[in-house]
């Protein structure tokens, strides 16, 4: 795999706070219809507990940041439903197709 250059790098890490903002955004909405569901309390607390449990392992939610990590992030990210294609308008042509060409698969 072709080294991310600098100018992606550099933009990656001014979005990502913002991707991570919203899906957690999308993620506590999500909560708070577990949290509205008619039921016991006790089986929503827990159904929302493993719930945080999975989710706070996503790109989404934490991730470490590395250069050489960047790629399988913004992957990741796809594939969790936190960013779009769309949102990589601003990354270089050569970013975009790499990550469109494993997207497809």
Known sequence: MKRISERDWKLFRRKIVDWQEAYMDRLNKEYIEILSVEG?????????????????????????MSRLNQFYIMMSLLNDGAITMDDLNDFSDELKDMIGHFAKM
């Open 40 to 64: 016991n309390p006790s089986d929503k607390f827990w159904k929302l507990e493993e719930r945080i449990k999975t989710d706070k392992k996503t790109c989404g939610v934490q991730c470490e």
